[in-house]
């Protein structure tokens, strides 16, 4: 599968964006799908995930402030980030997760990742 992460950009703090990540050549419904981020200097880390059979889970600050889902006639998969910090700031991956007995959070239990999308945002 390939994916294509979009939608980042520049914003103010307490702004919100949408990143998508849209799937081709193969269907996401299957598959375990998470964002990451990486800030700038920083190792990248694990933001959440979307289970295939339909939970979602977001860790650390990102709780009660980003959403993930999915819609499946496009093949893609969302991240809604509200109240945004400038600690925000980094850029987002999604990935896909192989069947794995790895920990879900770690990098190296996903198989196919975006591009990246820078999202900066601003104090």
């Known amino acids: 599968v390939q994916l294509q992460a979009s939608g980042g950009g520049l914003v103010q703090a307490g702004g919100s964006l949408r990143l998508s990540c849209a799937a081709s050549g193969n269907t996401i419904s299957s598959y375990h799908m998470a964002w990451f981020r990486q800030p700038p200097g920083k190792e990248r880390e694990f933001v959440g995930i979307s289970w295939a059979y339909g939970p979602t889970e977001l860790t650390g600050s990102a709780k009660g402030r980003f959403t993930i889902s999915r819609d499946s006639a496009k093949n893609t998969m969302y991240l809604q980030m509200n109240s945004l910090k400038p600690e925000d700031t980094a850029v987002y991956y999604c990935?896909?997760?192989?069947?794995?007995?790895?920990?879900?959070?770690?990098?190296?239990?996903?198989?196919?990742w975006g591009q990246g999308t820078q999202v900066t945002v601003s104090s």
């Open positions: 990935a896909r997760r192989l069947l794995s007995t790895l920990p879900y959070k770690l990098e190296s239990s996903y198989d196919s």
